[in-house]
């Protein structure tokens, strides 16, 4: 029941903050600096799975940890996640694409990890409150 709670935690928290993020970096940061790149609209199904899978990994390597250790593991493992998966979609954008501006990669980097760990911090005191 604790991983549940944790999972359906860290899903509406990472949730909250993406839709907000997303909503007002859309416009005014990705569509200025990758225009044509972008798809014309927004497809859910590619999203889901992504939101799926990853608030499980968030789970198993960040939220595990902090229910074992304490809010301080969670928060380190999830700033650790959200930057190493940040990096690797945007590093390998950067290296594959044509177009992939330097402060796109540090600016979404720095969301990725600061998102993650906010996320997997608050799915651990829920799971801790909650589930005990």
């Given at each position: 029941m604790q991983y549940l709670i944790a999972y359906v935690a860290a899903a509406v928290v990472f949730g909250a903050l993406?839709?907000?993020?997303?909503?007002?970096?859309?416009t005014r940061?990705?569509?200025?600096?990758?225009?044509?790149?972008l798809a014309p609209a927004f497809r859910t199904?590619?999203?889901?799975v992504f939101y799926v899978l990853?608030?499980?990994g968030m789970v198993w390597f960040a939220v595990r940890p902090g229910l074992a250790s304490g809010l301080g593991a969670a928060a380190l493992n999830g700033a650790l996640l959200g930057a190493m998966c940040y990096?690797?979609?945007?590093?390998?954008?950067q290296a594959v694409l044509a177009r992939w501006p330097v402060?796109?990669?540090i600016i979404d980097v720095v969301w990725g990890t600061f998102a993650t760990?906010?996320?997997?911090?608050?799915?651990?005191?829920?799971?801790i409150r909650f589930a005990g």
């Open positions: 993406d839709a907000v993020w997303l909503g007002w970096a859309g940061l990705y569509r200025p600096a990758l225009g044509s790149l199904g590619p999203a889901l990853y608030i499980a990096m690797t979609y945007d590093l390998t954008s402060h796109l990669t760990a906010v996320a997997a911090t608050a799915a651990t005191w829920i799971a």
